[in-house]
């Protein structure tokens, strides 16, 4: 992606009349963090913390816009707490599962600006781009590259 093809996104969806959506995800560890801290001599600070804290919880989440709408989110979560087959976060289907209900709820195309995720480049994903492309065009945002 070049440099203004974001602006190209924001005239897509305007020339589409759809929906500039942004998508990433997140996840976090629910062990709880361990560190030290500063107390009275000889009074160690105890902080008390129920439960094992293992898992992990992971999200991704969509942002949508469109000029004279209301913005929408809309998000899916999971929760990974290493039993046996247990995906350990959010994977692509769950990606193509979030945008196909965005695509309902809005009632419009879409036009999708997201990051390079390895997610987001696998074929599945890509086939079902390609599929859908009467409702969704997709954007990715550049690498960063570091000198």
Known sequence: MEEGDLAAG???AAACDG?????DEAGQSMTPPRARSWGRRGAT???RVRGRG???VSMAG???FKPGKRSR???SAREYRGRKGEPKGVGWRDLRDLLVRAHIQ?????VLVWDN???HLVEPMRDFIAAHADWLTVFQLPSLHRT
Not at 19 to 23: H, Q, R
Not at 106 to 110: A, D, Q
């Open 62 to 64: 969509l942002t949508c």
């Open 54 to 56: 293992s898992g992990r």
């Open 45 to 47: 600070p105890v902080v």
């Open 19 to 23: 929906w500039i959506v942004f998508e």
């Open 117 to 119: 995720l390895r997610m």
């Open 106 to 110: 809005l009632g419009g195309p879409i």
């Open 10 to 12: 924001k005239s897509t």
């Open 73 to 75: 989110m809309f998000y």
